[in-house]
């Protein structure tokens, strides 16, 4: 034995000796050999289960109408001549724009469907790069595997394969998270007294500062990283580089936003009220994540996991590696400390959607919790005792016992691929507003993977749409009909002179279509054709209305159609407009819409865009986010002090009628 003990001291001496090689650590074959196994095989797993159900969601062909317009030359907006910001995600849709140049005539479905696979398996293979690289001091010298665990959790979760090819951001999410946690573990490792480079902390600030145009309320994960770099850097100078970095973009979008859009938030901040709490219906949203799946089993099984790994991996061969410098910042800059910045990121994303009340799509908005609060654990390393750092027969109870917990974390895994999810509810809009929304719209269309918009044709009302646009030539408005299979038509005010008789196809008049499936109709019609919804993603009076207490969650603003007709060029009496429609409140909404704020807050977004407009748009943006306006004409009368219009026909009093 002491001889065993005299050969292994200088061996460990050599093995720390070669820590001097980093960032390239010295692995044993073993590790680098099952990380690469492990990380192929999750990748794998998890693109060949995204394409099983692959599709395009509604919301995701809302961006698409977005890039079409960038790509025709009409700007960042929703609909030509208004400037709308319809999407939440300004660095997937300009991601997306890029993506339409390149591909030039493919059709942006499938350019969203490349891309957003792409990058939702990159996310996964990049956390697990990170977490692996976390462990990395520890590995050295010692024969170990690399087991995928918290990765496993993820791609198991069916949601999670949902959204991977849904046409939505959330493969940009996850390839932005995976690279920042990669890049915080490197920087946590910089060499004792060699602070990492300038160049890669205005890489790292660059990429923390773009986590609020992935998504703003990644504003959470990427601020608290940058506040972390500028408690660690060693100088003033070293600060100065990582404000100007990190915010050089999001500030220079932020001025952009509020000239353009005249807003402070995105336009579906505004319409979803982001600002304000619906504490009850998150935790129902909660509760519907996790009940299918029983999250809370792998959430317990990755804690043993994580107090397994600790308890094996013992010291590294050679000390930690802090950065140089005060104790705080040492602190700071440590790997314990990115690991409890990224759970901490997961627990306030999570509380943050909580409050917010979730969403209306199952799991969505909780997968980038959950990712987060996997990564410190999205591999875990099975370690061979060492007898340099713990007795023999207690290495091998611990490795025994993380193998067991690896096995029912795989188990779990396993079980919750193939669950039935929300199973009979999964497509009907119960009390809760949540349904599955991949399977909903394979149901309604009957299409198993919907993936274009022509796909969408098939939704209820679609076609029937297209037949109404090309029946009313001079224009009008179109509204949802109780029958699925026709709208209702208010025609639009007809020319002066008799215009000769349009041609097949042919469109002279203002046609706009008022649904709450912005997606499908923006994809199938032209874009001088304007779409609008009552929620207020691309309709600015929808938009600037208050958030209905007891709506559905993500559709808890509801303007009446009446507006739609008060706005634009269309006859506003009967027989013209649909039995539904009030023409008192339609007159009543034409005057409302004079209210001089509410002039103001449209001329900001629908006057000609010159400097002076900006200019004007960035001074009031906040004062345009916080206005609102009634719903009801009648109150938003009386809230601007206008007159109220003489009734078409007047109220009925029980005498008799006068006249001459």
Not at 558 to 576: H, I, Q, R, S
Not at 628 to 641: A, H
Request: charged content about 15%; proline content about 8%; glycine content about 8%.
């Amino acid at each position: 034995m002491p001889q065993s003990s005299s050969v292994e001291r200088p061996r460990a001496t050599a093995v720390a000796d070669r820590l001097d090689d980093w960032p390239a650590y010295p692995y044993h074959v073993s590790v680098r050999v099952s990380l690469w196994v492990s990380v192929t095989v999750v990748a794998v797993l998890f693109g060949w289960g995204a394409w099983q159900r692959r599709w395009i969601a509604d919301d995701g062909l809302i961006v698409l109408r977005t890039v079409r317009n960038l790509l025709a030359g009409n700007g960042p907006v929703f609909n030509a001549g208004e400037r709308v910001e319809a999407n939440t995600s300004t660095a997937w849709s300009y991601l997306m724009y890029l993506g339409g140049l390149v591909a030039g005539p493919a059709r942006l479905e499938y350019v969203a469907l490349v891309l957003a696979l792409v990058l939702s398996v990159a996310g996964v293979v990049l956390v697990m790069l990170g977490t692996a690289r976390l462990y990395a001091p520890s590995l050295v010298g010692r024969t170990a595997v690399l087991l995928p665990a918290g990765a496993l959790v993820y791609i198991a979760v069916p949601p999670a394969r949902d959204f991977a090819t849904s046409g939505l951001e959330n493969g940009l999410v996850l390839a932005y998270l995976g690279l920042l946690w990669w890049m915080m573990v490197c920087w946590s490792q910089a060499r004792r007294g060699e602070p990492t480079s300038r160049a890669f902390d205005a890489a790292l600030a660059v990429v923390a500062g773009l986590s609020v145009l992935v998504r703003p309320e990644l504003a959470l994960i990427g601020g608290l990283a940058l506040v972390m770099m500028l408690i660690a850097a060693p100088d003033w100078r070293r600060r100065a580089l990582v404000v100007v970095a990190g915010g050089l973009l999001p500030v220079a979008y932020q001025i952009f936003r509020m000239g353009y859009y005249g807003l402070v938030v995105p336009g579906t901040a505004l319409a979803k009220d982001a600002t304000g709490s619906k504490w009850q219906q998150g935790f129902v949203y909660l509760a519907n994540f996790n009940r299918p799946y029983l999250l809370w089993a792998p959430a317990v099984l990755l804690i043993g996991l994580a107090v397994m790994v600790l308890l094996l991996r013992g010291r590294p061969a050679r000390g930690s590696r802090g950065a140089a410098g005060p104790r705080l910042a040492r602190m700071v800059q440590s790997p314990a400390a990115v690991v409890a910045f990224m759970l901490l990121s997961g627990v306030l994303q999570a509380l943050y959607w909580i409050r917010q009340g979730g969403d209306f799509m199952h799991g969505r908005v909780l997968l980038t919790p959950l990712f987060c609060l996997i990564a410190p654990v999205a591999v875990i390393p099975l370690m061979l005792p060492d007898r340099t750092r713990m007795a023999r027969g207690a290495g091998y109870l611990y490795a025994g016992a993380t193998g067991v917990l690896w096995l029912a974390v795989a188990g779990w895994a396993l079980w919750a691929a193939n669950s039935p999810g929300m199973g009979a509810d999964a497509t009907r809009v119960t009390y809760t507003g949540i349904v599955d929304e991949r399977r909903f719209y394979a149901q309604a269309t009957g299409h198993a993977h919907p993936l274009t918009a022509a796909d969408y044709l098939d939704y209820p009302r679609m076609r029937a749409m297209l037949e109404a646009i090309e029946n009313t030539p001079d224009g009008a408005l179109l509204l949802p009909s109780g029958n699925y299979i026709q709208w209702d038509v208010v025609p639009a005010i007809p020319p002066s002179a008799d215009p000769p008789p349009a041609q097949p196809g042919e469109q002279r008049g203002p046609h706009t279509v008022f649904f709450t499936n912005l997606g499908m109709l923006g994809m199938n019609v032209g874009l001088n054709v304007r779409v609008i919804d009552q929620i207020g993603l691309a309709n600015p009076l929808a938009a600037h209305t208050a958030r209905i207490e007891d709506g559905r969650i993500g559709h808890d603003k509801n303007l009446f159609p009446d507006w739609a007709v008060a706005e634009g060029p269309f006859l506003k009496e009967d027989p013209y407009i649909p039995s539904y429609l009030d023409e008192d409140w339609i007159r009543q909404a034409e005057v409302a819409l004079e209210c001089p704020d509410t002039v103001a807050v449209l001329n900001s977004i629908r006057a000609p865009m010159t400097p002076r407009r900006f200019l004007s748009n960035l001074l009031h943006a906040a004062e345009f986010t916080r206005y609102r306006i009634d719903r009801v004409p009648r109150y938003e009368l009386e809230r601007c002090g206008l007159p109220v219009p003489e009734p078409v026909d007047p109220p009925y009093t029980g005498l008799p009628a006068t006249g001459p």
